[in-house]
């Protein structure tokens, strides 16, 4: 069982940052792959970014591409999200999640979900 809890999230300018944490209890933490997912209101849950159980390989939804940075450290049990350059349109709730063998865009092989932490970007 992998419980997690997200942090970081907050109210930014457009063009700002902002650095999303995810950490993770139990054991079996460094042995799955970690993503990031995001709701905006009334719209369905999107991919964000997903990183490799090792931390070597990742892979991220075109529309983040080059302004996101997803990264892990499995000594802290921690996987992190770099957002930088933010736009209104990445204002969302971001979950973490956790479970999956392979770093994948699809929702339905992470089996652990955290709570989600809120976005909001302004113009």
């Known amino acids: 069982q992998v419980q997690l809890v997200e942090s970081g999230g907050g109210l930014v300018q457009a063009g700002g940052s902002l650095r999303l944490s995810c950490a993770a209890s139990?054991?079996?933490?460094?042995?799955?792959?970690m993503g990031w997912f995001r709701q905006a209101p009334g719209k369905e849950r999107e991919f964000v970014a997903a990183?490799?159980?090792?931390?070597?390989?990742?892979v991220y939804a075109d529309s983040v591409k080059g302004r996101f940075t997803i990264s892990r450290d499995n000594a802290k049990n921690t996987v992190y999200l770099q957002m930088n350059s933010l736009k209104p349109e990445d204002t969302a709730v971001y979950y973490c999640?956790?479970?999956?063998?392979?770093?994948?865009?699809?929702?339905?092989?992470?089996?652990?979900w955290g709570q989600g932490t809120q976005v909001t970007v302004s113009a």
């Open positions: 990183i490799s159980w090792g931390g070597k390989s990742s």
């Open positions: 139990g054991r079996t933490f460094s042995v799955y792959a």
């Open positions: 999640a956790a479970g999956s063998i392979i770093a994948t865009m699809e929702p339905e092989p992470y089996k652990y």
